[in-house]
């Protein structure tokens, strides 16, 4: 996915450094293209210092617990996690947003490799936060500047994960976390992760889970959209159309659950479009997009899996489960996984 190609470096102090793969041109050259085809990917809604804000504001409002819910699982089961992850291991994160949950499992890292070498005083973790908006990176790095670990944020997507891993020293401890897994299309991701991860590299993901235990389908079902079709939701997935000149009476914002079918049987997806009331246009940079009355934008999703249906992924992908924390109500999991040798 990466347009340009040019790796740039961007200011560094200390032991820190900002590589950027992706820039913000690029990123605004594909906001103009997707809406051009009336499709808004979720990447979009996170850019720039309004997308940061945008995504600060909905992780902390009452109506949206998804991401938190799994902060508070991460720091529960920390001590068992930090079990498995063998020292000296790099720690790369991605889609890393404002770096709280790195900044506590590194802090539990640092303490181990410290107990483990109590005479040498010295750790060696480095740490690549990683986002496609370089203002997140700032941050996640600001966030452990009084950490002794070597740290270097690179700007880029996912989707361009062999270009990232160019950037790291193995073995890594490769993170998507805050639900984003969720976002992607299961074999997608999971393939992706597959071909870039070498056979020491660990992975290490959450999920906010499909609620199943003692609920039926349909309340299942009132549960994920009382969530996803929130105020404060729906103004998330606005955000950039108000940001680049619509006014909110211009449009609709519409959240459905829909069955999709699978290799593994149906499971649950979100579809989110933007319909829009009447003629108007938007400014994105020297361009300018015409919509029409009746135009439907396209949106991103997110997936609502069982942990039946994750683990069922994971094997066909290629995976071993080394690890799973379950939340005592079943709706959030955090998966530490590896590559399978494959005999
Ligand atoms: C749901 S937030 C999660 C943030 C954080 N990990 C947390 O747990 O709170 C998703 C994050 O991924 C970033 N992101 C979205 N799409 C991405 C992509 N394709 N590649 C890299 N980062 C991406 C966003 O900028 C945002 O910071």
């Given at each position: 996915?990466?347009?340009?190609?040019?790796?740039?470096?961007?200011?560094?102090?200390?032991?820190?450094?900002?590589?950027?793969?992706?820039?913000?041109?690029?990123?605004?050259?594909?906001?103009?293209?997707?809406?051009?085809?009336?499709?808004?990917?979720?990447?979009?809604?996170?850019?720039?210092?309004?997308?940061?804000?945008n995504w600060?504001?909905?992780?902390?409002?009452?109506?949206?617990?998804?991401?938190?819910?799994?902060?508070?699982?991460?720091?529960?089961?920390?001590?068992?996690?930090?079990?498995?992850?063998?020292?000296?291991?790099?720690?790369?994160?991605?889609?890393?947003?404002?770096?709280?949950?790195?900044?506590?499992?590194?802090?539990?890292?640092?303490?181990?490799?410290?107990?483990?070498?109590?005479?040498?005083?010295?750790?060696?973790?480095?740490?690549?936060?990683?986002?496609?908006?370089?203002?997140?990176?700032?941050?996640?790095?600001?966030?452990?500047?009084?950490?002794?670990?070597?740290?270097?944020?690179?700007?880029?997507?996912?989707?361009?994960?062999?270009?990232?891993?160019?950037n790291w020293?193995?073995?890594?401890?490769?993170?998507?976390?805050?639900?984003?897994?969720?976002?992607?299309?299961?074999?997608?991701?999971?393939?992706?992760?597959?071909?870039?991860?070498?056979?020491?590299?660990?992975?290490?993901?959450?999920?906010?889970?499909?609620?199943?235990?003692?609920?039926?389908?349909?309340?299942?079902?009132?549960?994920?959209?009382?969530?996803?079709?929130?105020?404060?939701?729906?103004?998330?997935?606005?955000?950039?159309?108000?940001?680049?000149?619509?006014?909110?009476?211009?449009?609709?914002?519409?959240?459905?659950?829909?069955?999709?079918?699978?290799?593994?049987?149906?499971?649950?997806?979100?579809?989110?479009?933007?319909y829009i009331?009447?003629?108007?246009?938007?400014?994105?940079?020297?361009?300018?997009?015409?919509?029409?009355?009746?135009?439907?934008?396209?949106?991103?999703?997110?997936?609502?899996?069982?942990?039946?249906?994750?683990?069922?992924?994971?094997?066909?992908?290629?995976?071993?489960?080394?690890?799973?924390?379950?939340?005592?109500?079943?709706?959030?999991?955090?998966?530490?996984?590896?590559?399978?040798?494959?005999?």
């Open positions: 996915m990466n347009s340009t190609g040019k790796v740039g470096f961007g200011q560094g102090s200390g032991n820190k450094e900002k590589i950027v793969v992706t820039s913000k041109e690029d990123i605004e050259g594909r906001l103009y293209e997707c809406l051009k085809n009336h499709e808004l990917p979720d990447y979009l809604l996170y850019t720039d210092t309004g997308g940061a804000k600060l504001k909905l992780d902390g409002s009452e109506t949206f617990p998804v991401a938190r819910k799994l902060k508070v699982l991460l720091e529960k089961n920390l001590d068992s996690i930090v079990r498995f992850i063998p020292t000296g291991m790099s720690l790369v994160s991605v889609g890393v947003g404002n770096g709280e949950k790195e900044r506590i499992f590194l802090e539990a890292l640092v303490k181990k490799n410290l107990a483990e070498n109590p005479t040498s005083g010295k750790v060696s973790i480095r740490y690549y936060p990683i986002d496609i908006n370089g203002e997140f990176v700032d941050i996640a790095l600001e966030k452990v500047d009084n950490l002794p670990i070597e740290k270097e944020g690179i700007v880029g997507f996912l989707e361009d994960m062999a270009i990232l891993k160019k020293r193995l073995p890594v401890l490769f993170c998507i976390l805050g639900n984003t897994f969720c976002n992607y299309e299961p074999e997608f991701i999971l393939q992706l992760v597959h071909e870039n991860l070498e056979q020491g590299d660990l992975f290490f993901f959450d999920a906010n889970l499909l609620p199943t235990e003692g609920s039926d389908a349909q309340s299942a079902r009132k549960s994920v959209l009382g969530t996803y079709a929130s105020r404060e939701n729906a103004l998330f997935n606005m955000y950039p159309l108000l940001q680049y000149g619509m006014a909110p009476e211009d449009f609709d914002f519409e959240l459905l659950l829909a069955h999709i079918n699978s290799r593994i049987g149906t499971v649950y997806r979100t579809r989110k479009s933007l009331l009447k003629n108007t246009e938007l400014t994105v940079g020297t361009e300018t997009i015409g919509f029409r009355e009746g135009d439907v934008i396209n949106m991103g999703f997110t997936y609502k899996y069982t942990y039946d249906q994750i683990t069922a992924f994971l094997d066909i992908c290629g995976f071993e489960i080394l690890k799973t924390f379950l939340s005592e109500d079943c709706t959030n999991a955090v998966v530490l996984a590896k590559k399978r040798i494959e005999k």
